[in-house]
């Protein structure tokens, strides 16, 4: 009589496949990220090389600095909201084109998953703040150290606002080109925020209540203190109003696109 003796898979010395945890997705979707050369161009290269063509040796004073440093400010901020909004517009296309329910055979958690990308964006809208403030310094953007420090801060904690606006519009639009979709509106609250270019009269009123403007104006307030490149002062109260009424916005768009996403399954 013979009897078998049942050897543990691990004591056989056979690899178990790799349990993929938050920090392993982070690291190999930012790797991902990076490779996409398009997407990189308009996170970082774009607006690096529209400071370098509009802001080089722009040494004519802007509150405690000059027009560089204002102009750095600006391409710091769209490069930034152009990172995030990208990544959580594909991260909520990703998950209703039936990415999320193949990480549910996975032991990664939701939260998890949610976590990775948001640390993801943060990162990537680090790349252009970083070099364009880099660069900025080594070519002539002048500013106080706190126009430095809290301007910098500023761009990159205010970008996650974009985040849940490019969230929102993935939720909403639902399908492949709605990231596409929220970039382009990016583009459009850009003119109306005076990224590009100063604006004034009925323009400026109209984007006094775009979400780009009390971003950017927040941003540019350690630096201008609230004076415009044009004419006129905005109270610190406007673009922190701004910040407020449009993060409840973007949530609740984006709660609502939940709610109609999961009325449909």
């Known amino acids: 009589m013979t009897t078998t003796t049942t050897v543990p898979r691990a004591a056989t010395g056979a ?5 993929p945890d ?15 050369r398009m997407a990189m161009f308009f996170i970082v290269g774009l607006p690096t090389f529209m400071y370098l063509v509009f802001g080089l040796g722009s040494a004519d004073a802007v509150g405690s600095g000059n027009v560089a440093m204002y102009i750095m400010i600006s391409m710091a901020c769209y490069g930034a909201v152009t990172a995030t909004t990208g990544i959580a517009g594909s991260a909520a296309t990703e998950q209703v084109m039936g990415w999320g329910r193949q990480l549910g055979l996975t032991p990664m958690r939701p939260l998890a998953f949610v976590a990775a990308k948001a640390g993801l964006a943060m990162v990537v809208a680090a790349m252009p703040v970083a070099l ?9 953007a002048r500013g106080t150290w706190s126009d430095w420090v809290l301007g910098a801060v500023i761009v990159w904690l205010g970008s996650a606002l974009f985040a849940i606006y490019g969230l929102a519009v993935a939720l909403v639009f639902r399908g492949t080109n709605a990231p596409g979709i929220a ?5 459009i609250m850009a003119f109306l925020g005076g990224l590009f270019t100063p604006i004034s009269g009925v323009m400026l009123d109209i984007g006094r209540l775009t979400p780009l403007y009390g971003y950017a104006a927040l941003a540019h307030y350690p630096l201008t203190d609230g004076w415009l490149p044009v004419d006129g002062r905005d109270p610190l109260w406007l673009p922190v109003a701004n910040v407020l009424a449009w993060t409840v916005i973007f949530s609740l768009l984006a709660m609502w696109g939940v709610r109609r996403s999961r009325a449909r399954t």
């Open 183 to 187: 970039s382009g509106f990016i583009v």
């Open 132 to 140: 364009i403030f880099a660069i900025g310094a080594a070519t002539g």
């Open 15 to 19: 690899r178990t496949a790799p349990r």
């Open 22 to 36: 938050m920090v392993t997705y982070a690291r190999l979707d930012l790797r991902r990220q990076l490779r996409d």
